[in-house]
């Protein structure tokens, strides 16, 4: 199977569990949905980005102030968002493990971890040209859904299945 060289906090919070994949890749989410999204939020930011300047540049009066605000505080929200977004697409280094109860994802210093039995049964495929992109679907610490995009990986189905039966034997252990 394929292992990169893992950086240390990696190898501590695997600690002496079985590995049975590690892979660095660059992407944790597929750039054309980013864009998209991201297209979506500047269409949405433009019409508040032109009510705010134009409450700047008008005279005051007394509900101007809670105007600015409420201006701000979208306009804060979107441009967070739209950075979040974008950032997500840039992202290098990215370091993701399969031990024996649980996938360990390490990105900017930080180490995630989601037990097999968080995850669904359900795992999207895309192969393409001797790498490809996996698809795992899991329930987060609120209970709502949420994705694991492993993207332009070698191997893919061979991971998939890796993948799979760590779900299906953590999923009877629990």
């Known amino acids: 199977m394929h292992y990169s060289p893992l950086p240390n906090k990696v190898q501590i919070a695997i600690g002496k569990e079985t590995t049975y994949f590690s892979l660095k ?64 697409i840039f992202k290098k280094n990215i370091y993701i493990v399969a031990t024996k109860t649980r996938l360990i994802i390490y990105e900017n210093e930080y180490i995630t971890e989601i037990n097999w039995s968080d995850f669904s049964q359900r795992i999207k495929i895309t192969d393409k040209e001797n790498k490809g992109t996996l698809r795992l679907i899991y329930s987060n610490k609120e209970n709502t859904p949420d994705v694991v995009f492993i993207i332009d990986i070698p191997q893919v189905n061979e ?12 999923k009877k252990i629990n």
């Not at 864009?35 to 949405?44: A, E, K, M, R, W």
């Not at 433009?46 to 809670?66: A, E, N, Q």
């Not at 998939?160 to 039966?165: L, M, P, S, T």
């Open 25 to 88: 890749t660059d992407r944790l989410s597929p750039i054309l949905p980013s864009i998209l999204i991201s297209t979506c939020y500047t269409i949405f930011l433009i019409p508040f980005l032109l009510m705010y300047f134009s409450l700047l540049f008008t005279k005051p009066y007394t509900g101007d102030l809670l105007g600015k605000l409420i201006m701000t505080v979208i306009i804060s929200l979107n441009v967070y968002l739209l950075l979040s977004i974008m950032s997500s």
């Open 159 to 170: 991971i998939a299945q890796i993948c799979k039966n760590r779900i299906n034997e953590n």
